[in-house]
């Protein structure tokens, strides 16, 4: 397997000095960084051609797979960072959870959580238990070169519903009815799941990816008072744990417009913003003090390049209001989606957000 060449603008000397890290931390960079959510596999050809006979959690678990995975969208769309090949179960699956991810569905357990007896059998995790995590992050550190790699964990809210609800739920009626009914199991739960989602940043970072993001599927389900008592508590544990390892921490929701500020606050130099809402006005409710990425709908890549441009070139100069802007999408990339389109964006993002050196 050879190398990639990773295309580097800016020139930086190593991850903690490139363009997508300067962002995050409301540096000056020469042009706007730009990633997508799930850049790695979903759309792309060679994705599918090496996962044809290999299962989500396999690959996910196999080093020389992740690291393949990982690099292809740096290599084809030129993107200012690699996002971590995972999945927000594959931590959960380590601590030995009866789990699997079904075609079409998603992440399903077989055996919910939703007594005391069930956490009890939901141990901590350790470094020790994903040895291959270590291993594909030092491969990709060493392959990317200067190209940050941005570890990925998921929230303990989006965890909790998966283990409760046994799969995905659009509705999130047994996870809220434990959350009010028996708030100490709740708390208790997302606690451990705090644990282990922490453990799964570090072990990350120690290996040496330059950010972490901590993703929140389904937080946007919750009302903003729900979310301050069962929830924030929790990622802000999460990214506490991280708040020593001298790397940009990322923290982005779903539908989650109405608790911006309160994910902000939690710990987070960059607050993600999902398509429903413009970066100035997520600048607006979060102070201006955060870095913002975002924000472009996943959707609006099916539509015709001139109505994409001009979009594109919208969200560049929403993020000018800001201390600090990735450009990325507002969720992740639709399976349909056209890898060459992903490549014009970035060159166009790029482009017209140069700064004269």
């Known amino acids: 397997m050879t190398s990639p060449t990773v295309p580097s603008p800016s020139s930086p000397s190593s991850p903690s000095d490139s363009v997508l890290v300067r962002a995050a931390r409301q540096q000056p960079v020469p042009h706007t960084p730009v990633w997508f959510m799930r850049q790695a596999g979903r759309s792309l050809p060679e994705y599918r051609a090496l996962r044809a006979d290999v299962g989500m959690l396999e690959s996910c678990r196999t080093p020389e797979l992740v690291t393949e995975i990982t690099l292809q969208p740096v290599r084809r769309h030129g993107v200012d960072a690699a996002i971590f090949f995972s999945d927000i179960v594959v931590p959960l699956m380590a601590v030995g959870l009866d789990l699997d991810i079904v075609a079409g569905v998603g992440p399903v357990i077989a055996e919910p959580v939703r007594t ?3 956490l ?8 020790d238990a994903i040895p291959d995590i270590t291993e594909s992050v030092r491969r990709l550190v060493a392959a990317l070169g200067p190209t940050p790699l941005i570890g990925f964990a998921g929230a303990p809210f989006t965890l909790a519903s998966y283990l409760v609800e046994g799969g995905p739920s659009k509705n999130h009626e047994r996870t809220k009815a434990l959350m009010h009914g028996d708030p100490e199991l709740w708390s ?9 989602s922490a453990t799964f940043l570090r072990v990350q970072v120690e290996a040496g990816a330059g950010a972490v993001q901590l993703f929140d599927s389904w937080a946007g389900h919750l009302s903003r008072a729900d979310y301050l008592r069962h929830v924030e508590p929790h990622s802000r544990a999460v990214l506490s744990e991280v708040a020593g390892l001298g790397v940009p921490r990322i923290h982005f929701g779903v539908g989650t417009g109405e608790l911006l500020a309160p994910m902000a606050d939690a710990g987070a130099e960059v607050i993600g913003v999902d398509y429903r809402v413009s970066l100035t006005d997520a600048v607006e409710r979060t102070g201006g003090r955060y870095a913002v990425q975002g924000n472009l709908d996943p959707a609006l890549l099916f539509a015709p390049w001139e109505a994409l441009e001009r979009r594109v070139r919208e969200i560049v100069e929403e993020g000018r209001s800001a201390p600090g802007h990735i450009f990325n999408l507002g969720h992740g990339v639709l399976p349909a989606t056209d890898p060459e389109v992903l490549t014009r964006v970035v060159s166009l993002v790029h482009e017209v957000s140069a700064r004269p050196e």
């Open 188 to 196: 208790d739960l997302c606690a451990r799941l705090a644990q282990i």
């Open 116 to 118: 005391r007896a069930d």
């Open 120 to 127: 009890d059998r939901l141990p901590e995790l350790t470094a």
